[in-house]
């Protein structure tokens, strides 16, 4: 990953952080973890978790609903001629760290 990659790929993920925070209904914690973006710039994968669990469906729908909004936010804040297109997926790789923690507290 080049360095221009991975400054806007920060970016995108505070910034998109800032907007769930300020737009989330509260009812659940979502929380961006980690954000891929591809080479040319274009297209930005967001990866979220979700607590409480059961409200993962919900939450990741409201994320891809907002979506046209989170890139008009990205666009005020983000210095770049084109935004990237978006996409959100919850992020099982922390779902498993837990897990393994889980399981590695209790040997």
């Given at each position: 990953?080049?360095?221009?990659q991975d400054k806007v790929k920060e970016n995108i993920r505070n910034i998109?952080?800032?907007f769930l925070e300020a737009e989330s209904n509260r009812t659940s914690l979502?929380?961006?973890t980690n954000t891929n973006v591809s080479?040319?710039?274009k297209k930005a994968t967001i990866f979220i978790s979700v607590l409480p669990?059961?409200?993962?469906?919900?939450?990741?729908n409201f994320?891809?609903?907002?979506?046209?909004d989170i890139r008009a936010y990205l666009k005020k804040k983000l210095d770049?001629?084109?935004v990237p297109f978006l996409d959100f997926e919850l992020?099982?790789?922390?779902?498993?760290?837990?897990?393994?923690?889980e399981l590695s507290q209790d040997l």
């Amino acid at each position: 990953m080049t360095l221009r990659q991975d400054k806007v790929k920060e970016n995108i993920r505070n910034i998109v952080a800032q907007f769930l925070e300020a737009e989330s209904n509260r009812t659940s914690l979502i929380t961006v973890t980690n954000t891929n973006v591809s080479k040319d710039l274009k297209k930005a994968t967001i990866f979220i978790s979700v607590l409480p669990e059961s409200d993962e469906e919900s939450a990741l729908n409201f994320t891809k609903r907002r979506r046209g909004d989170i890139r008009a936010y990205l666009k005020k804040k983000l210095d770049m001629r084109t935004v990237p297109f978006l996409d959100f997926e919850l992020d099982y790789g922390e779902k498993n760290r837990q897990r393994i923690d889980e399981l590695s507290q209790d040997l």
